[in-house]
T-cell receptor, first 110, second 114 residues
Framework: DAKTTQPPSMDCAEGRAANLPCNHS???????VYWYRQIHSQGPQYIIHGLKNNETNEMASLIITEDRKSSTLILPHATLRDTAVYYC???????????FGQGTTLQVKP | EAGVTQFPSHSVIEKGQTVTLRCDPI?????LYWYRRVMGKEIKFLLHFVKESKQDESGMPNNRFLAERTGGTYSTLKVQPAELEDSGVYFC????????????FGQGTRLTVV
């Protein structure tokens, strides 16, 4: 199964964009990249996913490199409530199985 | 619409005892997943139900763990007998349709084996 690598922690100023990187160099051609986050004591919450193309929704943007070996999650205007652990995940092809990495703890500061 | 609910939220049991965790998925969701995170490790997949059938149980650690989903609605995960290394947070998730849809997670059950 493809693995993901993320920095263990990052800080971001409130109101600024948070850019969270992820490496997934062993990803297969039909495996999706998913991002979830976990706010303390809650279950993981879906943010966004993509295969090849960049994606945007009301929460975030996902930028996937052309070779698909890495991606970046962008929170355009981080708020204090965005403080959480962010997981970059590969979804195993043709299954619903999610492969979690260690995650990045994002601290949004006033 | 109610989300994925898990019971209990916390459980403390002694080594050797039995514990049963329950997950109620979102109504109508055929896919149900169990995951867990043990101390210091990443969240790991345990198994996947499609309705009442086990689609993938490759992540089940050993035969002390038994998952069921009779009738294709709620699911239970029994640990018998529990060992110290089973301590962690057990998450349940559900979704509908193809695998390429978001999975909704419950808040988890924190299991402590002493």
């Amino acid at each position: 199964d493809a693995k993901t690598t993320q920095p263990p922690s990052m800080d971001c100023a409130e109101g600024r964009a948070a850019n969270l990187p992820c490496n997934h160099s062993t990803i297969s051609g039909n495996e999706y990249v998913y991002w979830y986050r976990q706010i303390h004591s809650q279950g993981p919450q879906y943010i966004i996913h993509g295969l090849k193309n960049n994606e945007t929704n009301e929460m975030a943007s996902l930028i996937i490199t052309e070779d698909r070996k890495s991606s970046t999650l962008i929170l355009p205007h981080a708020t204090l409530r965005d403080t959480a652990v962010y997981y970059c995940i590969v979804r195993v092809a043709n299954t619903g199985k999610l492969i979690f990495g260690q995650g990045t703890t994002l601290q949004v500061k006033p | 619409e109610a989300g994925v609910t898990q019971f209990p939220s916390h459980s403390v049991i002694e080594k050797g005892q039995t514990v049963t965790l329950r997950c109620d998925p979102i109504s109508g969701h055929d896919n149900l997943y169990w995951y867990r995170r043990v101390m210091g490790k990443e969240i790991k997949f345990l198994l996947h139900f499609v309705k009442e059938s086990k689609q993938d149980e490759s992540g089940m650690p050993n035969n002390r763990f038994l998952a069921e989903r009779t009738g294709g609605t709620y699911s239970t995960l029994k640990v018998q007998p529990a060992e110290l290394e089973d301590s962690g947070v057990y998450f349940c998730a559900s979704n509908q349709g193809t695998e390429n849809t978001e999975a909704f997670f419950g808040q988890g059950t924190r299991l402590t084996v002493v």
